[in-house]
């Protein structure tokens, strides 16, 4: 492995070129030949010059097809919205888990019956731990050994088998399960866990493969999973609009989530195969220096092939990790569990906003929208660039809003008193709440490909997503002491 100072920062990335300098650098193009992307090789300085060398910018791709009707674009924003919509789709259907594991002998369509069964007390607790546990578990090992298996095989192969398990969902709406509830509720968890590890796969690779890209890219995966958010909390409120019965609910947000999926599919089998696709994914992955031997030929390739390495990558951008796990242990130990608890002011007043609609449209949508426009306003508006500290001090700043939260109107209050009781206090809250974690996470996504080498690229945006996994983890266990503080 070639050594580099600190300061040959973002050296070897895409879209720039290298300025001349007296140790001249001299950085081939990237050429297909027929066969895939070939490095032309470059001449560099003598491997014992290595040290010393300045590489002030970066290398220039002036051959890059054209991304054509934007179609690779609007296919990662595609491919950002099935990152998390099935998954939403499965726990915001807990209407329909809690009729599969009433009490059966009660002969109504109650879906909590005269009590709460064990199953259903645990259900969500059950859910919670086993997606945490396998996605996150999956995330990590993505980022440390996912490039060993093929771009093609963590995707499509990720994709298929969420499908596969969302159409046996589906097919369980319509069957009686009463008189094996436990066997279901073993069968669900193991498809929660298959589809943690699936979507965790695709989830680390599809984040790898956008920080390949120019940030643009990256700004529509992140926006695609926020804008998947929105999708699903406007069929969550038209749901709850038609008043609609638990197995129809379910059977309408799987089949959407298997539509979803399905077109993802065969959209990922047509962008792979585009020459602008290739051009940047397959380049990442061959990149290589080669310098020149006056003894031989400037084609000879005498180069060394670059592999990252993960504590070299993770030296890199610790602070980034860092941050984005605090960012999202922050926004998970309050919302939605509890957010969801508060209440509007004018509650139990008989009007349907205040008593029906109220916390599905602030909880759910206005979240997922200001999530939404904070990642968009971050893709047009990007400051800080490359200050990470900066923006440490800015989710550290927004821990203010978790004892906001913790003390705003709720008819859940035992130990904790209520100082936000206004509604337009607590929706102006949730919007900015939403807007600043949107703003961050595209920030600190599009920050971390420009702080380390190109083949590292992948490696490095990798581990971001696998360290915001690890923010949802720990703000879920968090959630869970805030709940009882109330």
């Not at 599809?206 to 695609?224: D, E, K, R």
């Not at 939260?405 to 859940?412: G, V, Y």
Request: hydrophobic residues 45%; aromatic residues 12%; glycine residues 6%.
């Amino acid at each position: 492995m070639l050594n580099y100072d600190n300061d040959d920062e973002q050296s070897l990335v895409d879209n720039e070129h290298v300025a001349d300098n007296d140790d001249e650098i001299y950085a081939g193009g990237f050429v297909d030949n027929g066969g895939g992307v070939e490095i032309v090789p470059a001449s560099i300085p003598a491997p014992n010059d290595f040290h010393n060398v300045e590489l002030q910018s970066h290398i220039q791709m002036d051959n890059a097809p054209a991304d054509k009707w934007n179609f690779t674009y609007l296919v990662f924003y595609l491919l950002g919205t099935a990152t998390m919509t099935p998954w939403n789709f499965f726990i915001t259907a807990e209407d329909y888990w809690m009729y599969k594991f009433r009490n059966a002998t009660f002969n109504d369509t109650d879906p909590l019956g005269e009590e709460l069964t064990p199953m259903q007390k645990s259900f969500s607790c059950d859910l919670t731990l086993t997606a945490s546990i396998s996605g996150t578990t999956f995330l990590i090992l993505n980022a440390i050994y996912g490039q060993k298996l093929s771009l093609r095989l963590r995707m499509l192969g990720s994709l298929c088998v969420i499908l596969i398990i969302f159409i046996i969902t589906t097919t369980f709406v319509e069957v009686n399960t009463d008189r094996w509830q436990k066997q279901f509720f073993l069968i669900t968890l193991l498809c929660v866990v298959n589809i943690n590890i699936c979507s965790a796969t695709m989830s680390g690779c599809l984040f790898g493969i956008a920080g390949l890209f120019p940030s643009q890219y990256m700004t529509a995966v992140v926006s695609g999973q926020a804008l998947g958010g929105i999708f699903t909390a406007l069929t969550f409120l038209m749901v709850l609009a038609f008043g609609a019965a638990p197995n129809e609910t379910a059977f309408v947000f799987f089949s959407i989530g298997i539509a979803l999926i399905f077109i993802n599919i065969i959209c990922y089998a047509i962008v792979e195969k585009k020459d602008f696709f290739k051009y940047y994914v397959e380049g990442g992955d061959n990149f290589k220096i080669v310098y020149d031997d006056p003894t031989h030929s400037r084609t000879v390739d005498r180069g060394v092939s670059l592999e990252p390495n993960v504590r070299e990558v993770f030296s890199k951008i610790y602070v980034h990790a860092v941050t984005i796990l605090l960012l999202y242990a922050t926004t998970l130990s309050v919302y939605p569990s509890v957010t969801i608890l508060m209440q509007s002011e004018n509650y139990g007043q008989g009007q349907a906003w205040n008593d029906i609609y109220y916390m599905p449209v602030v909880n759910y949508l206005f979240f997922n929208s200001g999530d939404y426009f904070g990642r968009i306003i971050s893709g047009l508006w990007e400051r800080p660039r490359k200050n990470v500290h900066t923006v440490l001090l800015m989710v550290v700043l927004r821990m203010i809003y978790v004892p906001l939260f913790l003390c705003s109107n709720s008819t859940q209050h035992i130990f904790l008193p209520t100082i936000i009781s206004s509604d337009v206090a607590f929706i102006l809250m949730m919007i900015t709440f939403a807007l600043s974690n949107g703003y961050i996470t595209n920030i600190l996504l599009n920050m971390v490909p420009r702080c380390v080498m190109q083949h590292e690229k992948e490696m490095a945006s990798s581990i971001m997503a696998a360290s915001l996994s690890c923010g949802l983890a720990l703000g879920s266990m968090i959630t869970m002491i805030f709940v009882q503080l109330l």
